[in-house]
Structure formats: structure tokens, C-alpha cells
């Protein structure tokens, strides 16, 4: 229903900055919540940031609190994920997501469609 290109991973020394995009489109953009995962080589997914369909809530992992913020351009129906202070841990592939609801859920259940992902690497 939803579909979702991911854009914006690359390789990044300690330190450093990244912004990741993601654009959607199918179902109306301003209804549902989006959120932000990653996979680590060997690791299991897991919940780095969410947002609201109206930007007035996000969440975020603790691992990325202070560092990474999520906002959403609702006209350009687009989520970003602005990671600064990168650390070689941050390496992983991101994923976005749609959520079902307006609300940002911090589990993968909450969410029913996924974008192929985007790799960002973190050099030490």
C-alpha cells in the first residue's frame, strides 16, 4: 500500500554527519506515522527513531538520543533522519517505515511497510 525509497546512507568517519531520506507514496502521506530502523551485521533489526503523522510526537532509542533527530516534510511526503556525532556502532543498514496509525510506534509490528534500506557505514 505504501511504498518507500530510502536514499542518503554512504561512508562517514567518526564524527561525522548523515541525513537519510526517505520518500513515500500510496497512501496519504499526513496520516500515519513514520519510523526509522537499522539492522547491524549479525544483529537483529531494532528502533531508532519515530514521528507522528502530524510531527507533533517523536521517539527515539536511547542509543540515539541527542544525536540523531527524525522530521517529516508532510508537502514532500518525506521523513529524514539527521544523524550527527556518528560513531562506528551507528554502522548498519536503515530502514524506513509506515506506520498503520497516526501514532510513532517503537516496534517493528507497528509498521506495515518497509523500504529496501540504505547502508551507512562508520569508519573509526
Known amino acids: 500500500q505504501v511504498e518507500l525509497v530510502e536514499s542518503g546512507g554512504g561512508l562517514v568517519q567518526a564524527g561525522g554527519s548523515l541525513r537519510l531520506s526517505c520518500a513515500a507514496s500510496?497512501?496519504?502521506?499526513?496520516?500515519?506515522?513514520m519510523g526509522w530502523f537499522r539492522r547491524a551485521p549479525g544483529k537483529e533489526r531494532v528502533f531508532v527513531a519515530s514521528?507522528?503523522?502530524?510531527?507533533?510526537?517523536?521517539n527515539y532509542a536511547d542509543s540515539v538520543k541527542g544525536r540523531f533527530t527524525i522530521s517529516r516534510d508532510n508537502a514532500k511526503n518525506t521523513v529524514y533522519l539527521q544523524m550527527n556525532s556518528l560513531k562506528p556502532e551507528d554502522t548498519a543498514v536503515y530502514y524506513c517505515?509506515?506506520?498503520?496509525?497516526?501514532?510513532?510506534?517503537?516496534?517493528?509490528?507497528?509498521?506495515?511497510?518497509w523500504g529496501q534500506g540504505t547502508q551507512v557505514t562508520v569508519s573509526s
Open positions: 517505515a509506515a506506520g498503520y496509525t497516526h501514532w510513532p510506534g517503537t516496534i517493528p509490528a507497528d509498521f506495515g511497510s
Open positions: 514521528i507522528s503523522s502530524s510531527a507533533s510526537k517523536a
Open positions: 500510496g497512501r496519504t502521506f499526513s496520516t500515519y506515522a
